[in-house]
């Protein structure tokens, strides 16, 4: 289980990250309450292959007018998109990885796919972005740049058009601290309660 706090206090994200030789599984949920629009949440769920590459993302947005979804289904050729009211097939620049807006998870996944978070290199990327709560879809292309490795981790250079943030991951390449965004909550364990 991994949690993560906004930098603003306003929102958080848990998630359960099952990794083993098929790759990675993820299903999360994110909770945000911005002092200028109204709140939303989100949950999502994730498909990574044992190279790393998304195969399936699926995510559920609830804000006070109304529901919405939408799976991403990697193929041959680009991106299945499926609304549940609509449908389409996106080349997307051959891009191999998706971004959920505001989630530390999705960070996480091409930093793990390019080994960032153990050796060092950079990567310009295009990336399927997914806004939130809206769901709406864009081509977008954001770098990725090791910055330094360490026995515990690793500390990434992030770029997106004006914005830069240094993201500190673990050893597995899990986000710990996304200055300006997010940061890790210590997640703990304990035995069950009495009764």
Do not use: C, K
């Not at 919405?68 to 289904?73: G, P």
Request: hydrophobic letters at 40%; zero cysteines; proline letters at 5%.
């Amino acid at each position: 289980m991994l949690a993560w706090q906004g930098a603003e206090g306003r929102t958080l994200e848990a998630t359960r990250v099952l990794l083993g030789q098929g790759g990675l599984r993820a299903t999360g949920g994110m909770v945000w309450a911005p002092q200028d629009q109204a709140p939303f949440s989100a949950e999502y769920r994730l498909f990574a292959d044992e190279t790393g590459r998304l195969s399936r993302v699926s995510v559920t947005s609830v804000a006070e007018q109304r529901e919405r979804h939408l799976t991403a289904n990697r193929t041959d050729d680009g991106w299945l998109l499926d609304t549940g009211e609509a449908g389409s097939r996106m080349d997307y620049d051959g891009a191999l990885d998706v971004d959920l807006e505001f989630s530390p998870m999705f960070n996480t996944l091409p930093i793990r796919r390019l080994q960032l978070h153990r050796e060092p290199g950079e990567a310009e990327l295009a990336m399927v972005f997914i806004r939130l709560p809206s769901l709406e879809v864009e081509l977008v292309t954001q770098t990725y740049r090791t910055l330094s490795v360490t026995q515990g981790g690793a500390v990434v250079e992030f770029r997106w058009e004006d914005f830069v943030a240094e993201i500190s991951v673990d050893t597995d390449g899990m986000v710990l601290d996304y200055p300006g965004v997010a940061r890790s909550l210590p997640v703990t364990v304990g035995a069950p309660a009495a009764g």
